[in-house]
């Protein structure tokens, strides 16, 4: 099934100070998670963005905080988002079926992330180039897993295109300039 605009959720995960420097081409996942929430914006995708523990890893980055809304913020401390009740809940408020993730780390609050909602019936895709672990293997056992898990693996670009869905969409030349 292809990513729908007007049925996906964006999920950034716990892409916070003290946490993304540490990982595996930090750029990477900012540069990337920065393109996603553009594209959300410009098509209509609800964002959310969990973080883990803010008091003890600091908010998010402020690449991407600045692109989010104040109330887009979900504080947790289970390492699977959906362990976390209120972000559920908005997940479920939001009535949609789909749920593109991006962020850190790929092998434990991503991949525990994917997991879950997919096993909870959610079309769940983690965007390859836009997550990353601190040990490259440790993101390669997690996107291995996933994909054996039934969980799609995408890219940025690959989702970007797939909510735009037609070159004559009004968002079309914005989102080309993300993507160049």
């Known amino acids: 099934m ?13 892409v916070q100070e003290k946490l993304a ?6 750029r990477r996942v900012l540069v990337n998670g920065q393109r996603l929430m553009k594209g ?19 908010p998010t980055m402020i690449d991407l905080r600045e692109l989010a809304e104040p109330d887009a913020f979900l504080e947790k401390t289970t390492f699977s988002c959906a362990g976390e009740p209120s ?19 790929a092998h434990v609050c991503v991949t ?14 983690v965007v390859r180039d836009a997550v990353s672990s601190r040990q490259p293997e440790s993101q390669a056992a997690a996107l291995e897993r996933l994909a054996r898990a039934g969980v799609d693996l995408v890219t940025v670009e690959m ?9 004559r969409h009004p968002a079309f030349k914005e989102m080309q300039k993300l993507i160049k």
Do not use: N
């Open 2 to 14: 292809l990513m729908d605009h007007a049925r996906d959720v964006l999920l950034m995960v716990d």
């Open 21 to 26: 420097p540490v990982m595996d081409d930090p």
């Open 40 to 58: 959300a914006a410009l098509v209509g995708v609800p964002v959310l963005v969990s973080e883990q523990y803010p008091k003890g890893l600091g």
């Open 87 to 105: 972000i559920l809940r908005r997940l479920e408020q939001l009535g949609r079926p789909g749920v593109v993730i991006a962020g850190i780390e």
């Open 112 to 125: 525990q992330t994917a997991l879950d909602l997919h096993r909870m019936g959610y079309a769940t895709r």
């Open 159 to 167: 989702v970007l295109f797939e909510w735009l869905g037609d070159a």
